[in-house]
């Protein structure tokens, strides 16, 4: 019989990797390749067959594999990059660029060779740099390729939100623009709760430091976890992401996508409204700003464009 299940490739099999492969099980995605070197080898396997083992209690027919040869990845629809060391207290995510820029070469190269034709969603940090290096390299078209983070921060700015006002998340609406770090641009002026203004309901003190909060969030939990960073929210985050365009979702998600033009910024990959379905990116939302909010928005595009230009190819 023909294999008409997905294919869930999964590079690096460590702490966002590992949950990334459980949620994609219990959400009955696909089956899952868990990729990592060969020096992981025993910690995919062990994922893999742990995973499996919950598989039987809870009847899941998705498998997931434990793998350190990229031929296993091949022909991947999905493809979620974990790989690349996470950051300690003190450090900032640009701290990375290097060591994880050197994962990312093989990476996107292993990527263009094997999975020329998935939807490509880069985790690692510093985020909008790493998605730009591994667009370059991979050379996939623009709507297949996608950086993680505006879920998360925007999910983190919710929460807040809710925690705040003690009412439900789910009436909370709120979104966050621009790069991957402490200058990202949490939209209060769109945002709210049952359809009401958020403005209306926080008082301004109070949503300057949820804004803060939101834009520290990372290192929040840096300094929480001391060995590395956040990992079960980030894998929700891609998964929602994965979703939408295994499922042909359309679901309008934040997302580090390439400009080319929009916001009046071009040629750097960059936290916008997305639309993700079955073409991958299928469209980029322009959000009206104000001279206030567009101030803010492009202090945030220099930070990106500085960690950009530190990387050598
Ligand atoms: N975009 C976002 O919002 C977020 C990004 N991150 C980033 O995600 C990355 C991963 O975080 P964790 O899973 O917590 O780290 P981790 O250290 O638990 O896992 C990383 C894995 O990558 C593997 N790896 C290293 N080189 C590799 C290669 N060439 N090919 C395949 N695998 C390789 C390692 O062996 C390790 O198992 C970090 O760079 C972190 O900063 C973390 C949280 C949120
Ligand atoms: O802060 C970090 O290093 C990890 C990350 O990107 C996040 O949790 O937002």
């Keep these: 019989m023909a294999h008409t299940k997905k294919k869930i490739g999964l590079i690096g099999g460590g702490q966002i990797g590992g949950n990334l492969a459980l949620l994609a099980v219990q959400k009955q995605l696909g089956d899952?390749?868990?990729?990592?070197?060969?020096?992981?080898?025993?910690?995919?396997?062990?994922?893999?067959?742990?995973?499996?083992?919950?598989?039987?209690?809870?009847?899941y027919d998705c498998r997931v594999t434990g793998s350190t040869d990229w031929k296993d990845v091949a022909g991947s629809d999905v493809v979620i990059i974990t790989a690349g060391v996470p950051r300690k207290p003190g450090m900032s995510r640009e701290d990375l660029l290097d060591v994880n820029l050197k994962i990312m070469r093989d990476v996107a190269a292993n990527i263009k060779q094997h999975c020329p034709n998935a939807f490509v969603i880069n985790v690692a940090n510093p985020l909008d740099a790493m998605v730009f290096a591994l667009h370059k390299i991979a050379g996939l078209p623009k709507n297949m390729v996608v950086g993680m983070a505006g879920v998360l921060d925007t999910s983190r700015f919710k929460c807040f939100i809710a925690e705040a006002l003690g009412c439900s998340i789910r009436d909370v609406e709120a979104l966050v623009l621009g790069g991957h770090g402490d200058d990202m641009v949490p939209l209060v002026r769109h945002s709210t709760v049952g359809g009401v203004p958020l403005t209306q309901l926080i008082p301004a003190d109070k949503l300057n430091a949820i804004i803060e909060r939101t834009r520290k969030g990372g290192a929040e939990l840096v300094n929480l976890y001391k060995t590395g960073s956040a990992y079960f929210a980030p894998a929700s985050s891609s998964i929602a992401m994965a979703e939408s365009y295994l499922l042909d979702r359309k679901r309008v998600l934040p997302a580090a996508a390439l400009l080319e033009g929009q916001y009046g910024m071009n040629g750097y990959f960059f936290g916008v409204p997305t639309q993700i379905g079955a073409g991958g990116v299928e469209k980029i939302i322009e959000v009206q700003l104000n001279d206030a909010e567009k101030a803010e928005l492009n202090k945030s595009f220099e930070s990106v464009k500085k960690t950009v230009g530190e990387v050598k190819l």
């Design 32 to 59: 899952v390749v868990l990729y990592d070197i060969p020096v992981a080898e025993g910690l995919v396997k062990g994922k893999a067959l742990d995973i499996n083992q919950l598989s039987a209690v809870d009847g």
